[in-house]
């Protein structure tokens, strides 16, 4: 019975969906655009959110220390830095091996090698941990006595920081009105259908079907509205990535900003997709269905 009961929902689904062509090609477009706009920013937020874990990695910047400090007085610096909140690892440079470090690449360049090792100052080296920070801790490093100087080549950083969480709540904001949008369309393409089959709809219930009876037919209208635009955006989705990689590519700026492989990730977007494009679809239908139970 139930096999039967189901065959008849999907029946009707599909009926209602043809009857009504154009409303329902209007709905699945809405949750294609919504799905296409939310699928960009997510997609941008997770890369973004991937250099950022590569350059928390590397990401650290140098304190130069006063130069009559002593090995002493250095040791007691390093353990305040330490002591900071967001500090990783802290090490201890000399301006000999920051000299080695410098001559890399200068070997044939006698200014460079015949320089003196004054020139240069001892130095911590200084991972940060939470790039969100970076300055916070910059800060409080460089308030530290004994602090000279900094180099924070690492602030690019917070660049990266700052568009994820732009492009994070600009997605939001998008997705809520899209989502709104698509919600009204399907909601109206299921109110068309149950408008047409409105007096089958009170026979059915005078004669003692439940609401559910009555209602999972327009609901599995909607999923399956939502699963086409879903479908229907997945493949959009990926061309467009594919084509913004091959773009990146040929403008050689892949060293600066460089796309994770879809194949990583295609599961996700689709089970994500799909999930939304269903519960868009069914709420949709579950919202417009209410009134023309109440008989």
């Known amino acids: 019975m139930r096999q039967f009961n189901l065959g008849y929902f999907i029946k009707e689904g ?102 003196p090792d004054e020139v240069l100052r001892d130095r911590l080296s200084i991972h940060v941990l939470d790039l969100e920070r970076f300055q916070e801790t910059v800060d409080a490093v460089c308030a530290l006595p004994g602090v000279a100087n900094h180099q924070a080549a690492g602030e690019v950083a917070e660049g990266f920081v700052t568009v994820r969480n732009a492009v994070t709540a600009l997605a939001y904001v998008l997705i809520g009105i899209l989502a709104a949008v698509s919600l009204f369309i399907i909601s109206n393409t299921t109110r068309l259908a149950a408008f047409a089959r409105r007096e ?49 590519g040929e403008a050689g700026a892949t060293a600066l900003f460089s796309l994770m492989d879809f194949s990583l990730i295609w599961k996700r977007v689709l089970g994500v997709f799909a999930l939304s494009g269903a519960a868009i679809g069914a709420l949709g239908s579950g919202i417009a269905i209410r009134k023309f139970l109440q008989v």
């Open 14 to 115: 599909f009926l209602s969906i043809f009857s009504h062509g154009l409303m329902s090609f209007a709905a699945v477009c809405m949750i294609v655009a919504c799905l296409i706009i939310m699928g960009s920013f997510s997609l941008l937020a997770v890369n973004v959110d991937g250099m950022l874990s590569q350059l928390e990695e590397e990401n650290e910047f140098l304190a130069y220390i006063q130069e009559d400090y002593t090995d002493e007085q250095i040791n007691t610096l390093m353990d305040q830095v330490k002591q900071i909140d967001n500090v990783g690892q802290v090490t201890f440079i000399t301006r000999e091996q920051a000299k080695a470090d410098y001559l890399k690449g200068h070997e044939t360049e006698g200014l460079y090698v015949n320089m």
């Open 200 to 248: 089958e709809i009170a026979i059915m219930k005078m004669c003692g079907a439940t609401d559910g009876f009555i209602r999972w037919p327009f609901i599995v209208e909607g999923l399956i509205l939502g699963l086409m635009g879903a479908l229907a955006a997945f493949f959009l989705q990926w061309g467009v990535y594919a084509a913004v990689g091959r773009a990146l």
